[in-house]
């Protein structure tokens, strides 16, 4: 089967809830989309929201889903922190969990040894035990008592989190509920991980049923920035091709792997117009600022910024075509070659999502 990029980024907007913008929940649009990048709490709730029919950036249903527990808040794909599905967040976690990451030498050299994990790992599970809740001083203090290694806490206090990523993907701490404003951590309300060959499974297929079709490496990009062992990463999607879960297509001469039962749908998408997505959105970091039929590679600068920053943008037919911002009232768009018609629904979206009007530039 041979695809246009065009159809591969139609399917994609669909699939995401954001040609038509009807995704349910917040649990429903974290399912579908694997994760919803929360570093930024704001971005996160703007990329719920713009998926849901009446939904705000400030309507507290996030919150809600955290606090139920139905939604947790963790370090996930790219070491990065998302809202997952709790009932999907082990699987996902499984597949960082494997690759080890935190053994390779270069990474021990700069942040702690092989026994200093071992020993935080063991603590971890003491000092979170039952349903103990702890802020970041909390919780670096009573790691540093049970495990003996004063010499962390600075690495644990850290905002970045690079010590306790580990102990997130091997399941044995999430984030717990806000205190006062303050970051607190908690025991995840799951028993264990499951075998990452077979959380592999469901992974790989939810992945490419929401951002497909794709290669291997696009996905371990998504995944682990390239960090998983190939053969495994080969062996995944082999197996799911000789059982008949995926199909693999051809997109402009590259073969990709799309689910087999996507398909049909994946022929019949038509042409979708211009739409606006916040900052870190998903649909962005799902392929990659670096993948040129989604970013212009003449203005992926404009898109991935200084510091990591991912900028607000406009997308037609699924392709980003400039930025935006709002400042007070003004919906302020920066397009990259030309005017870009924007539509009067999106604007509309756009002031329901972040609760305000909006007037159009000019």
């Known amino acids: 089967m041979k695809l246009a990029p065009a159809e591969v980024r139609r399917f994609r ?16 649009v974290a399912r579908r989309l694997l994760g919803v990048q929360a570093q930024v709490p704001s971005a996160a709730a703007q990329a719920v929201a713009v998926r849901t029919p009446a939904g705000t950036a400030d309507d507290g249903t996030v919150d809600a889903a955290l606090a139920a527990g139905t939604l947790v808040r ?47 790992e063991a603590a971890v599970v003491e000092v ?10 909390e919780l670096t203090a009573a790691l540093v008592a049970h495990s003996g290694e004063e010499g962390l806490a600075e690495a644990i206090t850290s905002g970045w989190g690079t010590v306790l990523k580990p102990l997130a993907w091997q399941g044995l701490i999430c984030h717990g ?72 297509v051809t997109v402009d001469g ?26 870190f959105d998903p649909y962005v970091l799902g392929a990659g600022t670096a993948d040129p039929d989604l970013v212009p590679p003449a203005h992926r600068k404009e898109v991935s910024r200084a ?33 870009v018609a924007m539509p009067d629904a999106e604007r509309e979206v756009w002031s329901r999502v972040l609760s305000r009007p909006l007037t159009l530039p000019g």
């Open 74 to 120: 963790t370090w996930a794909a790219r070491g990065t922190l998302h809202l997952l599905d709790a009932d999907q967040a082990p699987s996902l976690l499984a597949l960082l969990a494997a690759a080890r990451s935190w053994d390779k030498g270069s990474w021990q050299k700069e942040f702690a040894t092989a026994a200093q994990m071992t020993a935080l």
């Open 13 to 28: 907007l669909r699939r995401q809830f954001v040609a038509e913008h009807d995704g349910s929940d917040p649990v429903a």
């Open 177 to 248: 509920p806000p205190a006062g404003g303050r970051v607190t951590f908690t025991r995840p309300p799951w028993p264990g991980l499951p075998d990452p060959d077979e959380a592999a499974r469901s992974v790989v297929p939810a992945f490419l049923a929401a951002h497909g079709p794709a290669t291997p490496t696009a996905f371990d990009a998504w995944l682990l920035r390239g960090m998983t062992p190939k053969a495994r990463l080969r062996r995944w999607f082999a197996e799911l091709v000789d059982d008949g879960t995926l199909t693999e």
């Open 307 to 339: 510091a990591g920053w991912i900028a607000p943008v406009v997308v037609d037919d699924g392709r980003v075509v400039g930025t935006w911002s709002a400042d007070d009232d003004r919906l302020a768009v920066t397009p990259f070659d030309g005017p």
């Open 128 to 137: 979170l035990a039952g349903d103990a809740v702890l802020t970041r001083e």
């Open 254 to 279: 590259e073969t990709r792997h799309a689910r087999t039962e996507d398909l049909d749908d994946l022929a019949s998408a038509g042409p979708i117009g211009v739409r606006l997505l916040g900052p």
